[in-house]
């Protein structure tokens, strides 16, 4: 066989490999060929196929590279791998990857007599536009052409990076389709040998909705974010038209600077908070339908299912709210207008002859407000990071109950406490306007004290004890009967479980 180890200078960023030449120097294993190693043959030299090579020999795979310029690509490979020409890379491996575009599977078609037998698995993806347009898949497209194949579709959802960087950096799983067991077994198996893990997803008929899953962008975190933002302008309209349209028309005060800065900062906590009771809500919500009807083993509705599924994603963007509201209130004290408010207040005291004006109430107030804020974003942050699936892992049940259950509903206790001594008592004081306007603070009180009230009847102990028993099994209304032997004093006895 000939291969070509050299490769001609390149000109220009677009030649240069995805693959530095100090992984191949770092990595002993990617410069020798094992022995008696299992062959794998690739089509392909793209980014991909580089990456793929450099996987599979480091796993201990012999590798083939078709290329239709192998003298020009041959130094983006690995020593170890052999980079030759199509037909003679197709010849000797059973299992051919390939790693090119759907509009270029018609030149292989002059190998259809060297690939009779072969397994081909289809690594591609299409763009969002090709998937709508196309009817069949791109491994069903690839099977149509090559009839005396078996045709496997698995590592699309793969990036190349997480091939060079291994499956610790990036998602183990790797969605394997195919019509025959036995092709998709041996694939599984070179995924398992790379670090991965093979999921079978079925016949190739579902390899569309496999090439579907890298075309999608957060789709966990499509709902939580339009929530967020539909809080976002609810509040933020709100806040603008008491705190700067209002003031405008009653009084005639432009106050519509701090639509950029200030009325922002006001927003941000309301949706934080309310984000944050949401992530409980649904909880509470679930404890009442298993109280009302008596067991556990009856679904729950699919909006509140759906719900429950997307509390992690709401409360990291409660999170993500209460962190900018952290920064903006930092940073008020920077803005111009603060420091024209502070000479103001300057000149109207010694305006009005008074050396003092320490209000001992406010100076408590702001102390306590602050120091709630810190320790509520505080534990919100542990909340975040517990979340994250490295951290996660690491943790047991109940580890990662206590943090993620009895944390959170005290963040959400803080909180409350946080926002009530923000209002203390303003929300009594007369308006001074025609039309009273409640402070944002004191609707968005509504549903945290709705979750805080309903964990806190959970706690009695009828409810506590008759939710214990239901998600310990017992059904009301249900009876087990024990039948017990003839000697035994009583025939029978039935015992509720």
């Known amino acids: ?35 008696q190693a299992q062959t794998v043959g690739i089509l392909g030299s793209g980014d991909f196929a580089r990456s793929l090579a450099t996987r599979l020999v480091g796993s201990g795979f012999g590798v083939v590279v078709g290329s239709r310029n192998p003298k020009r690509t041959a130094g983006w490979f690995p020593a170890a791998a052999q980079v030759t020409i199509q037909a003679e890379a197709v010849s000797t491996p059973e299992i051919i990857f390939v790693a090119m575009y759907r509009e270029h599977y018609s030149t292989l078609c002059s190998l259809s007599d060297l690939l009779v037998g072969k397994i081909l698995v289809d690594v591609s993806n299409s763009t969002e536009q090709e998937h709508l ?37 990036g998602n183990k799983q790797v969605l394997i389709s195919g019509d025959q067991q036995e092709a998709k077994h041996k694939v599984s198996e070179i995924a398992r040998a790379m670090g991965f893990s093979p999921v079978d997803m079925g016949s190739l008929a579902s390899a569309r909705e496999i090439e579907a899953v890298p075309l999608r962008l957060l789709p966990e975190w499509k709902i939580p974010t339009i929530l967020a933002l539909g809080l976002f302008i609810c509040f933020y309209t709100y806040n603008f038209i008491r705190d700067v349209l209002h003031p405008y028309i009653q009084e005639h ?77 930092f940073c008020l004290p920077l803005r111009r207008s603060h420091r024209y408010q502070i000479i ?17 109430e406010e100076v408590w107030r702001l102390e306590i407000y602050v120091s709630l804020g810190i320790l509520a974003l505080g534990i919100l942050s542990l909340l975040a990071i517990t ?4 951290i996660s892992n690491s943790l047991n049940w109940r580890e990662f109950s206590f943090v993620q259950s009895t944390l959170g509903f005290l963040a959400l206790v803080v909180t409350t406490f946080h926002t009530l001594t923000y209002g203390w008592t303003r929300a009594f004081e007369e308006s001074r306007y025609k039309f009273y306007l409640p402070p944002t603070f004191t609707l968005t009180l509504l549903v945290p004290c709705v979750v805080i009230l309903a964990k806190g009847l959970f706690l009695l102990p009828c409810l506590r004890r008759r939710l214990a028993r239901i998600r310990r099994g017992w059904e009301k209304e249900t009876t087990v009967k024990f039948v017990l032997p003839t000697d035994y004093p009583h025939t029978e006895k039935t015992s509720h479980v």
């Open 387 to 390: 979340s994250l699936p490295s």
């Open 253 to 329: 005060k432009n106050r519509f600077y701090k639509l950029p800065v200030s009325v922002v900062n006001t927003t941000l906590p309301c949706v934080a908070y309310v984000m944050l009771s949401l992530v409980y809500l649904p909880g509470v919500l679930a404890t009442i339908l298993q109280l009302h009807r008596g067991t556990k083993y009856r679904r729950f509705p699919d909006w509140l299912d759906h719900w429950l599924q997307h509390r992690k994603q709401i409360g990291l963007i409660s999170f993500f709210c209460a962190s900018l509201h952290a920064v903006y209130s």
């Open 133 to 169: 347009q196309q009817r069949e898949s791109n491994a069903e497209h690839l099977a149509s052409l090559f009839p005396t194949c078996t045709v496997v579709k698995a590592f699309n959802v793969i990036s190349a990076w997480t091939l060079q960087a291994g499956p610790r950096d």
């Open 344 to 360: 103001n207040d300057a000149v109207k005291q010694v305006l009005a002859n008074k050396s003092n004006i320490w209000n001992e």
């Open 1 to 35: 066989m000939t291969t070509y180890n050299t490769a001609e200078s390149m000109s220009g960023d677009m030649d240069k490999p995805l693959i530095s030449g100090q992984l191949f120097e770092s990595n002993p294993n990617l410069t020798e060929i094992p022995s």
